[in-house]
């Protein structure tokens, strides 16, 4: 499947320059100018990294920071007036924990729905001799490349009746597309003996994906669920778009009503001390309680991620 | 050579097949089919390959797909058809194919609204911005990563590069309006180099600087893997068999890992170009505000407040129609340049 290495191969071997020095020792010192790109590199690399990791430590810093000191334009990396309180006042607000609940309940649900619908296609995509597989890949690809939109998505959506109901968020997205063809491939190297084992051993299909195939791909069901879980939990517009009841948010859109400063002025406003606006170290205390799970969980992703991305980019 | 033409013959219905296949394989030259016949024929046995007996064989099989072929009609294929409202009258309320046929009236309408023709360029500027500077820099990073010695440094740099990939877009735009804020850093940087602050997020000026840098920031990190999955299926014997002829590092780099990288490269290129259209709508808007809509508001989002805020879905459906449209037909003449230019193309 991976056709990469042929090509630079017959590349290197046919260029004349390279061809015409063969009597060069195998032993090279790196020269000048490279190992002055390596300190450089090195060097640019770190200042990638601190760039990067800036605007988190911003908001860690704010969050810790009493407002007067953020308004003054001093905080930076370091809390400035060090206090908890922020964390009290956004901690007390019970929308917001109705809102994270929320979040966590769409999160689970439509990855499970997701996963579902997910496996059952990739596994029976994954079966090279199914008859109408390609006309049943092209189906999937296609919504890569060309959707509805979003009027007929949000008129189609209202006439189901899903407004202000959970399915408004778990269902419309359940299949992403890079996923599956991630899962696919995957399932496309599952080895067949095992498979035909379990068949000759009586299995029908469902047993062998159920009872055979699941078990044996722990990993790859791991980085789905991790993809579809993610991805979910950082969503905000399908819930922006279709809820308006702010017991149903999730905690994406309360925290952008936050950042618009369309809600909570009163509740936040006063507790968070001199500012009548929303208070920048209430928005960065919200943000920083919004993506915890996802920080915390960062070495599993990452690693994850990563897998699941090579597994794709072979295919996909 | 003679196991060529059973594979062919055999695979003969497959091509049929192939023809029903949706709109996007219509343009598909030959040689291309008959890549996938060999490719599929293999599998498939001469006097098998009916329906009948694909059925009776595999229904199994078919049964785990109708769940997700119908989730893909409902909530894919049917707002598709449901574009039929850009030539139909909507109201709330009506037929989600809308109630009686205005032809192109909608059409006509945006081609002469002056304010779509400004979001219209300022969702070139904006995507051709994104793609000119996002495209690249992942694969020079990748390349910088590439060079790094020290397997540590090199893991955790890379860590690092992808976290903000994993951040919701609620919390890149709350980062983003905050650190270009007054009292935000941006503005202490500025102070403390003497200059004069300024509400950047109020400046329309500036809004493409800041969401082109806050694309940069998000996505060049986690553009690497991909790069960084291509370098590590670059044969080292090919480095070995570099050095032996003398090739020093950057002879190496310019003819062992680049060439490594570039049928990547082109199928990055080719998904990049076919997204160049739908510029980062959720980003630009929660960033915005009517202050600055004259270099922020994009097609989408003037979709978004012409069909949602306002609800003129029908008109609304006429532009958001007419950029996917825009959207398919630069993916595929991106992916048509090529394959006649390299071979290496998405299908």
Known sequence: MVTIPAEPGTKVEQDPRLGSRPTQTIKIKDSKSYSAFRVFNGIAIIVICLVTLYPFMNIIAQSFSSEGYINAGQVNLIPRGFNVTTFEVVMSDSMFWRNYANTVIYTVVATAIAMVLTTCFAYALSKRHLKGRSFFIGLAVFTMFFNGGLIPNYVLINAMGFTNTIWAIVLPNAISVFNLLVMKAFFENFSQELEEAAEIDGLTTYGILWRIVIPLSKAVMATMILFYAVSFWNAWFQAFLYLDRRELYPVTVYLRNLLAGATGTEQMGGAAGEGTQIASNVQSVTMLLTTLPIICLYPFLQKYFVRGIMLGSVKA | ?347
């Open chain 2, 1 to 347: 050579m003679s196991a060529i033409g059973v594979t062919e013959g055999s695979s003969q219905p497959g091509l049929r097949e192939a023809g029903v296949v949706p709109e996007f394989k219509e343009p598909e030259t030959k040689p291309k089919k008959q890549r996938r016949a060999n490719r599929k024929g293999y599998a498939g046995t001469n006097n098998t390959n009916t329906w009948k007996h694909a059925l009776k064989t595999d229904w199994r099989l078919y049964t785990l797909l109708i769940l997700p072929v119908l989730f893909l009609l409902i909530f894919r294929y049917l707002p598709m058809a449901g574009n039929v409202i850009a030539f139909r009258r909507f109201r709330p309320g009506s037929s989600i194919f809308g109630d009686e046929w205005v032809g192109m009236h909608y059409i006509e309408m945006f081609i002469q609204d002056p304010t779509f023709w400004r979001v219209f360029w300022n969702t070139i500027i904006l995507g051709t911005l994104t793609l000119a500077i996002c495209f690249p820099l992942p694969i020079v990073l990748a390349l910088m990563f590439n060079e790094l010695r020290s397997n540590k440094f090199k893991r955790i740099a890379q860590s690092i590069s992808y976290l903000p990939h994993f951040m919701s877009i609620v919390i890149v735009a709350g980062m983003v309006l905050q650190l270009t804020s007054v009292n935000g850093t941006i503005n202490q940087v500025i102070g403390s180099f003497g200059g004069e602050g300024m509400p950047f997020m109020q400046l329309p000026e500036w809004f493409r600087t800041v969401y082109v840098t806050s694309e940069v920031w998000q996505t060049v990190g986690w553009g690497t893997i991909l790069y960084l999955a291509a370098l590590t299926t670059i044969d080292p014997q090919l480095y070995e068999a570099a050095r032996i002829d003398g090739a020093n590092r950057w002879k190496q780099m310019w003819h062992v890992t680049i060439p490594g990288i570039t049928p990547t490269m082109i199928v990055l290129l080719i998904l990049n170009v076919g997204t160049f259209m739908a510029v980062g709508f959720e980003k630009v808007l929660l960033l915005y505000n009517p202050l600055i809509y004259e270099t922020a508001d994009i097609i989408a989002t003037y979709v978004y407040r012409v069909g949602i805020t306002s609800s003129n879905f029908s008109y609304a459906a006429a532009i958001g129609l007419f950029e996917a449209l825009i959207g398919l037909v630069l993916i595929l003449s991106a992916n048509g340049i090529a394959r006649k230019l390299g071979g290496n193309s998405l299908w």
